[in-house]
C-alpha cells in the first residue's frame, strides 16, 4: 500500500482526490488547516465513493509540515490554495499560494519524491473566442491569483525539468464538494441551483462561454500526473460550453427564466469570456471533450436530488 500527502485535501478537489486515494487502496495524509474546507467535505466524498476514511488528517497550515512527514510518502499533491479569486491580500495570496511551496517542492525534489501541484486556467488571462489556451502560450493573468500561480510555476521552472514534478493547470471544475465555495463555486452549480428555483441571472449576452471539467475528471488526470514525464499540463474538457447553453442542459426542459445583467464596468477588463483548454493534456489521461455536457446534465441532476 503506498501513502499520499494532499495538501488542501479538505477541499473542494483534495477532498475528492483523498478519497480516489483510499477506494484505490492507498493510504492519504490530509493537511488542511481548514480556513475554507470542511471535515463534511472528507465525509461525503468517502460516501460517494463507498469508502471509510483510512489514514490521517492533520489540521495544519501546510508550512508548517514538517520535512520529515514529507519524506515519508510516496508521493504529494498540493491543492492547499487561496482559491477566492477576490482576496486582494498581496503578501497573503503570493506567500500562501506561491512562496511558501518552494520548501515543499524542495523536499520532494531533494528526497525523490514525486510532486503533483495545482496551478490553473487563470494564468493565461484573456483570448479572442474559439482560441485555444495551451501550454507554452504567453500568460497575462487578470488578477492576483492567476499571478500567484505564476509565480509558484516559477519556483517549479528553477529547480529544474528533470525533477519528477508536475504543474497542472486546471480549468473550470464542477462537482461534489464545492458548496463551500459559496461565491467561487462554479456557475454550473451557480446555475444548476437558479434553475431549480425557476431563475438566474446571466451577464448578458450569455454566450460566454468555459471549459467546464468535472472533479471525477480531474482527479483521474491528477493521479495520472504522478507518474507521468515531469512538466506542466492543461486539465480541462477541450470543449467550450456558452453560459447560455449550461443553462440549458441543467433545465432539462423545464422553464427556466433568464434576468440579463450587463457586465459591471469595474470587472470588464478583467473578465474572462471564453475559455478552452488545448495541448498538451497529461499524457494517457484523455480529455472529455462534448461528454462534459453529460457531465453537467447528471451533476445537475444529482442536485434536484439533494
Ligand atoms: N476549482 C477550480 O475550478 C480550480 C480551477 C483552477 C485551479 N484550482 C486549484 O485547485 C486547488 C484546489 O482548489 P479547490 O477548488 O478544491 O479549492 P478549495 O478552496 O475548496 O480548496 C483549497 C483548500 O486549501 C485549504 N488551505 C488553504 N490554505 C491552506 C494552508 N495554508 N494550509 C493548509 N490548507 C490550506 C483550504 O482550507 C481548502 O480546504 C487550488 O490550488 C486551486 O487554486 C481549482
Known amino acids: 500500500m503506498k501513502r499520499y500527502l494532499v495538501t488542501g485535501g479538505a ?3 483534495g477532498s475528492n482526490l483523498a478519497a480516489e486515494i483510499i477506494r484505490r487502496g492507498d493510504g492519504v495524509v490530509i493537511v488542511d488547516d481548514f480556513r475554507t474546507g470542511s471535515w463534511e ?16 488528517v492533520l489540521p495544519l497550515d501546510y508550512r508548517r509540515v514538517d520535512p520529515d512527514a514529507v519524506a515519508s510518502v510516496d508521493g504529494v499533491f498540493h491543492l492547499a490554495a487561496i482559491t477566492d479569486t477576490l482576496v486582494n491580500d498581496d503578501q497573503l495570496v503570493l506567500d500562501l499560494n506561491a512562496h511558501s511551496a518552494a520548501a515543499l517542492m524542495a523536499e520532494c525534489a531533494r528526497s525523490g519524491i514525486p510532486m503533483v501541484y495545482a496551478s490553473s486556467a487563470a494564468v493565461y488571462g484573456l483570448r479572442e473566442r474559439g482560441e485555444k489556451l495551451c501550454v507554452g502560450d504567453s500568460l497575462r493573468p487578470l488578477n492576483l491569483y492567476g499571478f500567484s500561480k505564476i509565480a509558484l510555476e516559477a519556483l517549479h521552472a528553477e529547480l529544474g525539468s528533470e525533477k519528477q514534478i508536475v504543474g497542472l493547470r486546471y480549468f473550470n471544475v464542477f462537482g461534489h464538494g464545492e458548496a463551500h465555495k459559496g461565491r467561487m463555486a462554479s456557475m454550473v452549480r451557480q446555475l444548476a441551483t437558479g434553475a431549480r428555483s425557476g431563475t438566474v441571472e446571466l451577464f448578458s449576452p ?13 482527479v483521474s488526470a491528477t493521479l495520472m500526473a504522478l507518474e507521468t514525464e515531469p512538466g506542466t499540463y492543461n486539465v480541462g474538457s477541450g470543449h467550450a460550453v456558452s453560459f447560455r447553453d449550461v443553462v440549458d442542459l441543467v ?23 471564453f475559455t478552452l483548454a488545448g495541448p498538451p493534456f497529461v499524457p494517457g489521461w484523455t480529455a472529455p471533450g462534448k461528454a462534459t455536457e453529460q457531465a453537467i446534465r447528471e451533476y445537475a441532476r444529482e442536485l434536484m436530488r439533494i
Not at 450569455?206 to 480531474?218: L, T
Not at 423545464?254 to 459591471?264: D, L, Q, S, Y
Open 11 to 13: 477541499g473542494f478537489i
Open 41 to 56: 467535505n472528507i465525509v461525503e466524498a468517502c460516501h460517494r465513493r463507498g469508502v471509510e476514511l483510512r489514514g490521517r
Open 206 to 218: 450569455g454566450d460566454q462561454a468555459r471549459d467546464w471539467i468535472a472533479v471525477d475528471a480531474v
Open 251 to 273: 433545465s432539462e426542459g423545464r422553464a427556466t427564466k433568464i434576468v440579463w445583467k450587463p457586465i459591471p464596468d469595474e470587472i470588464i477588463r478583467r473578465y474572462q469570456a
